[in-house]
Every structure is written in structure tokens, then in C-alpha cells.
T-cell receptor
């Protein structure tokens, strides 16, 4: 009964390849997010979706394309992978925004290594 | 300017002692929320505690408390009676009230806490 799940947990690939990371939440949340954690552990928002609608695209290269087929899923597709894309990618979700208090529940992360 | 500043890259504490992890924030919003997350070496992000800008009392959750000083824009995490399992990276984060900023957490750079036996 995992709340926010991501697949795969580890992803090792060559430069130039295209890959996808999948995220699913079973919490009934309307809002989902992708964060990137770099090698220095710094976490930064990439995208946020509310009810399948893109709300935030935080200056992410257009090689990254999120897709939300329904409220429970937010996938991340990355084209033409580069060395600098190596990071841990976290999916998160939260309840509908009815105030500032809405903790985000994070998935276990996907460690992407680009060789 | 950084929105969330954690000035302690690393902290050490003896088991059973209390420790304070510092966090200062910068926002012009009146309505905002402050969060602390723990990331153990296994990598998952664990929510610890929340403080709203309008909350008059400091938040507490078990051994965790948040020392909220609004005028100084600080939201320090206090862990009482440290345990070995508290060794982890701790992140302070803020959610602002306006527009798109309501849809993201802005994180600090984190503090690596080591609890010594």
C-alpha cells in the first residue's frame, strides 16, 4: 500500500538515449510534482501538475516532458539524455490546495545515471 | 537571494542530547508555510513537521519542535533526546502563498546531522 511509487528505482543509460520515469500515487491527491536532487543534495522543483494541468515548469530544458494521463499518475520522459541529467528524481503529491498547509508526500526517488 | 538558508552544512550531537538545526527564510508573502523533511542515507524524503505563518504557537511532533520566530524569519528545528536513527540530512522548505509559488516547495541546501553514541 505504497503511497507514492516510482519506477524504476535505478536507471543507468548512455548519453543520447531517451528514458521515462513513472510515478503513481494512491492517496487521492490532485497535485503532483517532479523534483530533481543533484549530486550536492540540492532539491529543486521541475514541474507541478494540478488536476492533470501543468502549473509550474521551472526553467527545465524542453528535453524533459511530463505527462499526466490521470490525477494518479505523473510520468517524466527525458529525450537525448546528457551527463548533467544524472541526479535523483523525486515524484511527490499533495492534497488540493486549500491553504498553505499541504505537506508533500514523496516517492522513493529514481537515481538516474547517464554514462 | 536565497529563499531558504541553512547555514550549518553539518552538525554533530551526542546521543540523548538535544540539537537545533537552523533555518532562515525570505519572503514578502504574509501567508506561507514552513516544512522540515528528513532524508536518511536510504534516500527517501520523510515529512517531519509544519509551521504556518499565522500559527501563534510553535509546532511540535513528538521529539521534533519548531522554534518559529516570525520577526527574525527563522524556523529552527529542535530535536530532543537524539537517537542514532536521527542521523540524516535535514531540509527546511517553504511554500509561499501567491500564485505559482503555492504549487512548489523551495528547499534549503540541507544540514547533515550525525548522532554519536
Amino acid at each position: 500500500d505504497t503511497a507514492v511509487s516510482q519506477t524504476p528505482k535505478y536507471l543507468v543509460t548512455q548519453m543520447g538515449n531517451d528514458k521515462s520515469i513513472k510515478c503513481e500515487q494512491n492517496l487521492g491527491h490532485d497535485t503532483m510534482y517532479w523534483y530533481k536532487q543533484d549530486s550536492k543534495k540540492f532539491l529543486k522543483i521541475m514541474f507541478s501538475y494540478n488536476n492533470k494541468e501543468l502549473i509550474i515548469n521551472e526553467t527545465v530544458p524542453n528535453r524533459f516532458s511530463p505527462k499526466s494521463p490521470d490525477k494518479a499518475h505523473l510520468n517524466l520522459h527525458i529525450n537525448s539524455l546528457e551527463l548533467g541529467d544524472s541526479a535523483v528524481y523525486f515524484c511527490a503529491s499533495s492534497r488540493p490546495l486549500a491553504g498553505i498547509y499541504n505537506e508533500q508526500f514523496f516517492g522513493p526517488g529514481t537515481r538516474l545515471t547517464v554514462l | 537571494a536565497q529563499k531558504i538558508t541553512q547555514t550549518q552544512p553539518g552538525m554533530f550531537v551526542q546521543e540523548k542530547e538535544a540539537v537545533t538545526l537552523d533555518c532562515t527564510y525570505d519572503t514578502s508573502d504574509q501567508s506561507y508555510g514552513l516544512f522540515w523533511y528528513k532524508q536518511p542515507s536510504s534516500g527517501e524524503m520523510i515529512f517531519l513537521i509544519y509551521q504556518g505563518s499565522y500559527d501563534e504557537q510553535n509546532a511540535t511532533e513528538g521529539r521534533y519542535s519548531l522554534n518559529f520566530q516570525k520577526a527574525r524569519k527563522s524556523a529552527n528545528l529542535v530535536i530532543s533526546a537524539s537517537q542514532l536513527g536521527d542521523s540524516a540530512m535535514y531540509f527546511c522548505a517553504m511554500r509561499e502563498g501567491r500564485g505559482g509559488s503555492n504549487y512548489k516547495l523551495t528547499f534549503g541546501k540541507g544540514t547533515l546531522l550525525t548522532v554519536n553514541p
